[in-house]
């Protein structure tokens, strides 16, 4: 079950993070950050391969005993990460890429509202609701 | 069972499959120590995988139990045998070697065979019962004959065998006195080799074939062992894949076992051991993703199986061990050339060793906590032996070889169990555990471009220390990791380290540190409630006033803390500095913004500076100082308040200071720069707060990635930390008088004027001209080689007042140059309050435009004005000059001066036709010098130059100086010699009359050294009758003349023509050297005969012929 979402900035720093257990934030929040060090590695692997259209979903980031990390960029650079607890098999890979879309159609969302400044911290109420019913739905 | 945990040497170390060498008496016979040494020395890597030990001819082995006929009733006790492994790694032999000194022709033959016979008999007895293979080694001195030819070696060696009851195989001939021992023991060596391989396939045939009388009820464990027993057979005879094989079936009856409490520990020390062997093999077998999910499967399989509850610390430290273990083994591999990838190295695996340390560690203290007092006094410390004396491995000690079915004496476990963790607790050091597994997992992140893992590795790190009360190590490791999490914004991660922080620095009684961690814990962006934010900062506000801070919540009162404290205060002295905290690089509660109000100031103007603060603690703060410094500390008096009340802040409140000073006149032309803002706090004891930078992005205080202050106030505000200091504006005035445009080489007056405009007299007045062309001259008199530059002075100009001066410029190449004019001058002025002296500078720029004043074009003519293309040897010639004022103008010409080359010879003309012309604009003059060449062949000369002296004619009624005439120089044309074959001299009248006969005498002179030959025809025309030969053929002599004389009666008046006179060369010339081209004689006679004469009518009483010939 996805246990935790994230956004990630282009200069790397938190914009957004939701988790389902709030007694876990800070864990996440410590997790959320290393998973950095993955995605920028698949961005420069596929930097290498040096295709023009870069697939936005990156896959599975890394996985340890306790979490597995899955990954996705937008083409403005923001990271977004859904941290799924290691015990959970059932949720494919396609179901995670549909999540993702979800996801980044929700950031685009809060991207054209004119009040946001792309780069801030997220605070809309909305987009967490959105957000907040994805973890549901998919534990 | 902590000793178990730890895999154990024999386990670990590879196998080697082992011969024993007996017969060997090492330390009397010198030979024997050879042989012995030629086995065990060096470069073993290169030689089969055997390991040698040396027995003693009467060395009693481990006796071999009787082998089982029936396994009906046999139920085992324990899974893996402790001593079974070393036992066949160093005590049982897989081949015995026997060496004995026996020579084939040995006169004692008959006794010496029989004893060996005995001897092989009595080790086999020894043996009996394993698979061990026997050899015998004859030693001897004599070398070897090919054994087809000693027929007594092979009948002797045959009997032997016999006797021995050995296989002719296993008896060997060593030379033992040969040079080439080494090679014999090499061979030797193989030949034990492949014998060992058999005996080890044998007994591990012998295993095998026990399989069928086993049955799986009882004997679970049996299937287990054997598996095992036969994996390491394959190792010994180094069959790795045979081993993984066996090694892994053997794991797998592991898990069919039925697990229970009792023999849960047991289960899982020996699944480790065994996976050991597994993962290692694969590695080792290149199937790096096999031993990876063999490793995987393995902890999902044991991850829950705990055992007794109150063993749940041993169950954490078998989980780490785990981890741990393989993270080496997959080191290792890496080590041995095993690709690593980010996402999949052993990092991750002693990552989860530490996770597992620390649950360890948890689990121990909490259950040690649990525990009641009574139970920890009454406890009897171990009464049982050491786990390692046990039978088998993984058993408990308070209850060996006992049966997992048997029903367990709940009591004498938990106390076994007790013991074991007040052990734990107060005998092993966890924490070293902790931060060695740590260390491993951040070395490999590192190696594995994982900065923030590592990062995360380390806060973990840090995190034990501090539990571990190791609060230097844990402050030391963290000052790094707070600047990390800062700088990506990661501000709940900030704020949990600088929570870890605070608690450090106040168990560890260090105020300054805790004063840090306070500040930039009460700032706006760390993840704090303002009641929280408001209890640190009341506590960071109380250390100013030496007030120990109360103990983190989530630690009790700490009586040694508070005694650190206060011993800390007490070593402070009244207002002493406790800490400076650099702002800028942290997220402070006051942010800062100290700009100047422009780039530039002038030396006399007043120099402005604003410094914005906002100031985003919880609570109201009033600061007692603040400065700004800047590069120059003279200034710090302007740059401060003092006044605390303007130094009080609410709580998100701005505020903006602005200072003023004047420059000092040292500062003047340098730039001034702010180095830091600094705010003082507290009286009792003083902390500062420091922002501070050397760059204008520095020392935004908010470093472009601290995005805090773009909220508050300071947005937009664009920070300039360095100004420069411009000399005092001057207020002078510079006029120039000339008339434009220049001519070029000229030398071309300025007339400066400088007016005084300011209010003061100044002083030391110094005025630099300089061209800025290289072609440019300049000079302060009237004279045309001047410098670059040329500097004028004047001591004093009274206010008001205008000087003047007269600069001369001369320009070489027409075009436009610039002049500089620089006036520098000093200046008592009262800026600010205090009279002080001022350099100032004024810069005026001239473009001047320059042009060609006069051309020159020069033509060689004939004396006759005919424009000459070669210049006649021997012949004058005049060279006539045409000046031309190109200038706006009028010029006055003093002279034209000819300069001829030496071979063209200048008929002095007495004073230049151009002396004292004056040209108006566009106005041409002609100057003309008479010349002739006095020798030469026909080539091409530099005829010469001519200098033309002239000044502008209108210049005359200048001040007092006179302007001296400029030379423009002209090169004359190169030109080509001709020397002439044929001088023609026509002597005519200047006119002739109607009618009236007239005398022409053509002279030809033959110049040359050459007799020439000529036709002369005269022909005739309609304006003249002649007499005089019409066709003549003539003959000249060098420097001879030859005359022809003819009588002209002229028919018509006006300018008529000549009768044509044409020259020849004969056809019959027999010297083709001598005749002359027909166009060079033509050329001549055009040249030098006229064609055209004027005739005049006759007089008015001679008309009649006139009208009569009209008529």
């Given at each position: 079950?996805?246990?935790?979402i994230?956004?990630?900035?282009?200069?790397?720093?938190?914009l957004?993070?939701?988790?389902?257990?709030?007694?876990?934030?800070?864990?996440?929040?410590?997790?959320?950050?290393?998973?950095?060090?993955?995605?920028?590695?698949?961005?420069?692997?596929?930097?290498?391969?040096?295709?023009?259209?870069?697939?936005?979903?990156?896959?599975?980031?890394?996985?340890?005993?306790?979490?597995?990390?899955?990954?996705?960029?937008?083409?403005?650079?923001?990271?977004?990460?859904?941290?799924?607890?290691s015990?959970?098999?059932?949720?494919?890979?396609?179901?995670?890429?549909?999540?993702?879309?979800?996801?980044?159609?929700?950031?685009?969302?809060?991207?054209?509202?004119?009040?946001?400044?792309?780069?801030?911290?997220?605070?809309?109420?909305?987009?967490?609701?959105?957000?907040?019913?994805?973890?549901?739905?998919?534990? | 069972m902590?000793?178990?945990?730890?895999?154990?040497?024999?386990?670990?170390?590879?196998?080697?499959?082992?011969?024993?060498?007996?017969?060997?008496?090492?330390?009397?016979?010198?030979?024997?120590?050879?042989?012995?040494?030629?086995?065990?020395?060096?470069n073993?890597?290169e030689?089969?995988p055997?390991?040698?030990?040396?027995?003693?001819?009467?060395?009693?082995?481990?006796?071999?139990?009787?082998?089982?006929?029936?396994?009906?009733?046999?139920?085992?006790?324990?899974?893996?045998?402790?001593?079974?492994?070393?036992k066949?790694?160093?005590?049982?032999?897989?081949?015995?070697?026997?060496?004995?000194?026996?020579?084939?022709?040995?006169?004692?033959?008959?006794?010496?065979?029989?004893?060996?016979?005995?001897?092989?008999?009595?080790?086999?007895?020894?043996?009996?019962?394993?698979?061990?293979?026997?050899?015998?080694?004859?030693?001897?001195?004599?070398?070897?004959?090919?054994?087809?030819?000693?027929?007594?070696?092979?009948?002797?060696?045959?009997?032997?065998?016999?006797?021995?009851?050995?296989?002719?195989?296993?008896?060997?001939?060593?030379?033992?006195?040969?040079?080439?021992?080494?090679?014999?023991?090499?061979?030797?060596?193989?030949?034990?080799?492949?014998?060992?391989?058999?005996?080890?396939?044998?007994?591990?045939?012998?295993?095998?074939?026990?399989?069928?009388?086993?049955?799986?009820?009882?004997?679970?464990?049996?299937?287990?062992?054997?598996?095992?027993?036969?994996?390491?057979?394959?190792?010994?005879?180094?069959d790795?894949?045979?081993?993984?094989?066996?090694?892994?079936?053997?794991?797998?009856?592991?898990?069919?076992?039925?697990?229970?409490?009792?023999?849960?520990?047991?289960?899982?020390?020996?699944?480790?051991?065994?996976?050991?062997?597994?993962?290692?093999?694969s590695?080792?077998?290149n199937?790096?993703?096999?031993?990876?999910?063999?490793?995987?499967?393995?902890?999902?399989?044991?991850?829950?199986?705990?055992?007794?509850?109150?063993?749940?610390?041993?169950?954490?430290?078998?989980?780490?061990?785990?981890?741990?273990t393989?993270?080496?083994?997959?080191?290792?591999?890496?080590?041995?050339?095993?690709?690593?990838?980010?996402?999949?190295?052993?990092?991750?695996?002693?990552?989860?060793?530490?996770?597992q340390?620390i649950?360890?560690?948890?689990?121990?203290?909490?259950?040690?906590?649990?525990?009641?007092?009574?139970?920890?006094?009454?406890?009897?410390?171990?009464?049982?032996?050491?786990?390692?004396?046990?039978?088998?491995?993984?058993?408990r000690?308070?209850?060996?070889?006992?049966?997992?079915?048997?029903?367990?004496?709940?009591?004498?476990?938990?106390?076994?169990?007790?013991?074991?963790?007040?052990?734990?607790?107060?005998?092993?050091?966890?924490?070293?555990m902790?931060?060695?597994?740590?260390?491993?997992?951040?070395?490999?992140?590192?190696?594995?471009?994982?900065?923030?893992?590592?990062?995360?590795?380390?806060?973990?790190?840090?995190?034990?220390?501090?539990?571990?009360?190791?609060?230097?190590?844990?402050?030391?490791?963290?000052?790094?990791?707070?600047?990390?999490?800062?700088?990506?914004?990661?501000?709940?991660?900030?704020?949990?380290?600088?929570?870890?922080?605070?608690?450090?620095a106040?168990?560890?009684?260090?105020?300054?540190?805790?004063?840090?961690?306070?500040?930039?814990?009460?700032?706006?962006?760390?993840?704090?409630?303002?009641?929280?934010?408001?209890?640190?900062?009341?506590?960071?506000?109380?250390?100013?006033?030496?007030?120990?801070?109360?103990?983190?919540?989530?630690?009790?009162?700490?009586?040694?803390?508070?005694?650190?404290?206060?011993?800390?205060?007490?070593?402070?002295?009244?207002?002493?500095?406790?800490?400076?905290?650099?702002?800028?690089?942290?997220?402070?509660?006051?942010?800062?913004?100290?700009?100047?109000?422009?780039?530039?100031?002038?030396?006399?103007?007043?120099?402005?500076?604003?410094?914005?603060?906002?100031?985003?603690?919880?609570?109201?703060?009033?600061?007692?100082?603040?400065?700004?410094?800047?590069?120059?500390?003279?200034?710090?008096?302007?740059?401060?308040?003092?006044?605390?009340?303007?130094?009080?802040?609410?709580?998100?409140?701005?505020?903006?200071?602005?200072?003023?000073?004047?420059?000092?006149?040292?500062?003047?032309?340098?730039?001034l720069?702010?180095?830091?803002?600094?705010?003082?706090?507290?009286?009792?004891?003083?902390?500062?707060?420091?922002?501070?930078?050397?760059?204008?992005?520095?020392?935004?205080?908010?470093?472009s990635?601290?995005?805090?202050?773009?909220?508050?106030?300071?947005?937009?505000?664009?920070?300039?930390?360095t100004?420069?200091?411009?000399?005092?504006?001057?207020?002078?005035?510079?006029?120039?008088?000339?008339?434009?445009?220049?001519?070029?080489?000229?030398?071309?007056?300025?007339?400066?004027?400088?007016?005084?405009?300011?209010?003061?007299?100044?002083?030391?007045?110094?005025?630099?001209?300089?061209?800025?062309?290289?072609?440019g001259?300049?000079?302060?008199?009237?004279?045309?080689?001047?410098?670059?530059?040329?500097?004028?002075?004047?001591?004093?100009?009274?206010?008001?007042?205008?000087?003047?001066?007269?600069?001369?410029?001369?320009?070489?190449?027409?075009?436009?140059?610039?002049?500089?004019?620089?006036?520098?001058?000093?200046?008592?002025?009262?800026?600010?309050?205090?009279?002080?002296?001022?350099?100032?500078?004024?810069?005026?720029?001239?473009?001047?435009?320059?042009?060609?004043?006069?051309?020159?074009?020069?033509?060689?003519?004939?004396?006759?004005?005919?424009?000459?293309?070669?210049?006649?040897?021997g012949?004058?010639?005049?060279?006539?000059?045409t000046?031309?004022?190109?200038?706006?103008?009028?010029?006055?010409?003093?002279?034209?001066?000819?300069?001829?080359?030496?071979?063209?010879?200048?008929?002095?003309?007495?004073?230049?036709?151009?002396?004292?012309?004056?040209?108006?604009?566009?106005?041409?003059a002609?100057?003309?010098?008479?010349?002739?060449?006095?020798?030469g062949?026909?080539?091409?000369?530099?005829?010469?130059?001519?200098?033309?002296?002239?000044?502008?004619?209108?210049?005359?009624?200048?001040?007092?100086?006179?302007?001296?005439?400029?030379?423009?120089?002209?090169?004359?044309?190169?030109?080509?010699?001709?020397?002439?074959?044929?001088?023609?001299?026509?002597?005519?009248?200047?006119?002739?009359?109607?009618?009236?006969?007239?005398?022409m005498?053509?002279?030809?002179?033959?110049?040359g050294?050459?007799?020439?030959?000529?036709?002369?025809?005269?022909?005739?025309?309609?304006?003249?009758?002649?007499?005089?030969?019409?066709?003549?053929?003539?003959?000249?002599?060098?420097?001879?003349?030859?005359?022809?004389?003819?009588?002209?009666?002229?028919?018509?008046?006006?300018?008529?023509?000549l009768?044509?006179?044409?020259?020849?060369?004969?056809?019959?010339?027999?010297?083709?050297?001598?005749?002359?081209?027909?166009?060079v004689?033509?050329?001549?006679?055009?040249?030098?005969?006229?064609?055209?004469?004027?005739?005049?009518?006759?007089?008015?009483?001679?008309?009649?012929?006139?009208?009569?010939?009209?008529?």
């Open positions: 079950m996805a246990v935790c994230g956004f990630i900035g282009k200069e790397n720093s938190p957004f993070l939701r988790c389902i257990n709030q007694s876990q934030e800070l864990q996440f929040h410590y997790i959320m950050h290393t998973c950095i060090d993955f995605v920028e590695e698949k961005i420069i692997q596929s930097n290498k391969s040096g295709s023009d259209v870069r697939e936005l979903y990156l896959g599975l980031l890394y996985s340890s005993e306790e979490v597995k990390a899955y990954g996705f960029v937008t083409n403005t650079k923001i990271k977004i990460v859904i941290i799924i607890d015990t959970n098999s059932l949720l494919r890979d396609n179901e995670i890429r549909a999540i993702f879309r979800k996801l980044h159609n929700a950031y685009t969302e809060l991207v054209c509202n004119p009040f946001y400044t792309p780069g801030d911290p997220i605070t809309s109420k909305s987009f967490g609701a959105l957000v907040d019913e994805l973890l549901a739905s998919s534990s | 902590s000793s178990d945990l730890e895999l154990p040497a024999e386990l670990m170390s590879r196998p080697l499959a082992l011969v024993g060498l007996t017969g060997l008496h090492v330390e009397t016979n010198q030979t024997h120590l050879l042989i012995w040494n030629s086995f065990t020395s060096s073993r890597n030689r089969p055997l390991n040698f030990i040396l027995f003693g001819v009467n060395h009693t082995f481990p006796v071999a139990k009787p082998d089982r006929a029936s396994y009906e009733w046999y139920i085992p006790k324990g899974i893996l045998k402790r001593k079974w492994m070393s066949h790694l160093n005590q049982i032999p897989g081949v015995l070697v026997l060496f004995y000194d026996l020579e084939w022709d040995d006169p004692a033959w008959k006794a010496k065979h029989a004893e060996c016979a005995h001897l092989i008999q009595t080790i086999r007895m020894k043996l009996m019962g394993r698979g061990t293979k026997l050899c015998l080694v004859l030693l001897q001195n004599s070398a070897p004959l090919p054994s087809s030819e000693d027929i007594l070696a092979a009948d002797r060696a045959a009997a032997l065998c016999q006797v021995c009851e050995l296989p002719p195989k296993s008896l060997f001939v060593l030379p033992c006195r040969s040079d080439h021992l080494q090679g014999y023991t090499l061979r030797l060596e193989s030949a034990f080799y492949e014998l060992c391989q058999s005996s080890y396939h044998l007994s591990s045939r012998a295993i095998r074939s026990h399989r069928d009388q086993l049955n799986r009820t009882n004997h679970g464990y049996l299937f287990v062992r054997h598996q095992f027993k036969i994996g390491f057979y394959h190792e010994l005879k180094q790795v894949a045979m081993a993984h094989k066996h090694y892994s079936q053997s794991y797998a009856h592991l898990l069919e076992l039925r697990i229970t409490d009792a023999n849960v520990t047991e289960v899982k020390i020996v699944s480790g051991y065994i996976g050991y062997k597994v993962w290692r093999l590695f080792l077998l199937l790096p993703r096999e031993a990876i999910a063999h490793f995987r499967s393995h902890m999902d399989f044991f991850r829950l199986r705990v055992g007794n509850p109150l063993s749940k610390f041993e169950h954490h430290a078998w989980l780490a061990a785990q981890f741990s393989f993270g080496r083994l997959f080191e290792d591999a890496i080590e041995l050339g095993l690709p690593a990838i980010q996402t999949q190295h052993p990092g991750f695996f002693y990552q989860q060793a530490a996770q340390a649950q360890r560690k948890k689990a121990c203290y909490q259950d040690y906590a649990a525990l009641e007092q009574t139970a920890i006094d009454n406890l009897t410390p171990l009464p049982f032996g050491e786990s390692s004396q046990l039978e088998f491995y993984g058993q000690p308070w209850r060996p070889n006992r049966l997992s079915l048997e029903p367990s004496d709940m009591k004498a476990e938990n106390d076994g169990i007790t013991a074991l963790l007040v052990r734990e607790r107060l005998q092993v050091d966890l924490t070293a902790i931060v060695g597994a740590l260390t491993n997992a951040v070395n490999q992140f590192k190696n594995h471009r994982s900065p923030r893992m590592k990062q995360y590795l380390l806060v973990q790190m840090a995190e034990e220390y501090c539990r571990s009360e190791n609060y230097t190590e844990a402050l030391t490791l963290l000052e790094p990791l707070l600047w990390d999490y800062r700088k990506d914004f990661w501000w709940m991660p900030l704020t949990s380290l600088l929570q870890l922080g605070l608690r450090c106040y168990l560890s009684g260090r105020p300054a540190e805790y004063f840090t961690y306070a500040v930039e814990l009460c700032s706006r962006v760390t993840v704090k409630s303002q009641e929280e934010k408001a209890q640190i900062f009341d506590n960071l506000v109380g250390i100013l006033q030496k007030r120990i801070p109360p103990a983190p919540p989530d630690s009790g009162e700490n009586p040694a803390a508070t005694q650190l404290w206060a011993d800390q205060f007490a070593s402070f002295a009244k207002g002493a500095c406790i800490t400076t905290i650099v702002t800028n690089t942290i997220s402070s509660f006051v942010e800062v913004k100290a700009t100047f109000t422009g780039k530039q100031f002038a030396a006399e103007d007043v120099v402005e500076l604003e410094v914005h603060v906002v100031y985003t603690g919880p609570k109201p703060i009033r600061f007692t100082s603040l400065h700004v410094a800047l590069n120059n500390s003279a200034y710090l008096p302007f740059c401060q308040v003092k006044n605390s009340d303007e130094l009080e802040f609410e709580p998100n409140q701005v505020r903006h200071y602005e200072f003023e000073f004047v420059a000092q006149p040292q500062d003047i032309g340098t730039e720069q702010i180095v830091s803002v600094t705010f003082e706090m507290g009286h009792e004891l003083v902390a500062y707060l420091r922002c501070e930078g050397s760059s204008s992005e520095e020392f935004s205080s908010l470093r990635e601290f995005p805090s202050a773009t909220e508050k106030g300071l947005a937009g505000i664009f920070v300039l930390n100004t420069e200091i411009l000399p005092r504006t001057a207020n002078v005035e510079l006029i120039v008088h000339h008339e434009a445009p220049a001519l070029r080489g000229e030398c071309y007056p300025l007339h400066l004027e400088l007016f005084n405009r300011e209010n003061e007299d100044i002083i030391n007045v110094t005025l630099t001209v300089t061209t800025s062309s290289s072609n001259r300049v000079h302060d008199q009237p004279k045309i080689d001047g410098n670059v530059s040329v500097q004028l002075k004047n001591e004093k100009l009274i206010a008001g007042q205008t000087c003047q001066w007269n600069v001369f410029a001369q320009m070489e190449q027409p075009g436009k140059h610039c002049i500089t004019f620089q006036v520098n001058y000093e200046i008592n002025s009262a800026a600010g309050n205090n009279s002080c002296t001022y350099k100032s500078q004024y810069v005026k720029t001239l473009e001047l435009e320059t042009v060609q004043p006069v051309e020159c074009e020069a033509q060689f003519q004939t004396i006759q004005f005919q424009p000459l293309r070669q210049i006649p040897v012949e004058q010639c005049v060279a006539v000059m000046v031309t004022n190109l200038s706006p103008f009028p010029l006055q010409l003093e002279q034209g001066v000819w300069k001829f080359d030496t071979l063209l010879t200048n008929h002095p003309m007495g004073n230049s036709q151009l002396a004292g012309l004056v040209l108006q604009k566009g106005e041409k002609n100057d003309v010098a008479v010349l002739s060449l006095s020798n062949d026909n080539r091409h000369i530099r005829t010469g130059s001519y200098t033309l002296k002239w000044k502008r004619s209108n210049q005359m009624k200048a001040e007092g100086y006179k302007i001296p005439y400029s030379a423009s120089s002209f090169d004359l044309p190169e030109m080509e010699t001709w020397s002439v074959p044929l001088r023609i001299h026509v002597t005519l009248p200047a006119h002739g009359y109607v009618r009236e006969p007239m005398n005498a053509i002279v030809i002179h033959n110049p050294p050459s007799y020439i030959e000529l036709d002369v025809y005269m022909s005739s025309n309609d304006a003249f009758m002649f007499a005089g030969n019409k066709q003549i053929k003539i003959q000249i002599y060098p420097e001879d003349d030859y005359v022809l004389k003819y009588n002209l009666y002229p028919l018509l008046s006006g300018f008529v023509a009768p044509p006179l044409q020259l020849k060369t004969p056809t019959s010339t027999i010297d083709p050297v001598v005749a002359m081209d027909q166009s004689l033509d050329e001549l006679v055009s040249r030098y005969v006229p064609t055209h004469i004027y005739v005049l009518p006759q007089a008015k009483e001679k008309g009649k012929t006139n009208l009569l010939r009209s008529e």
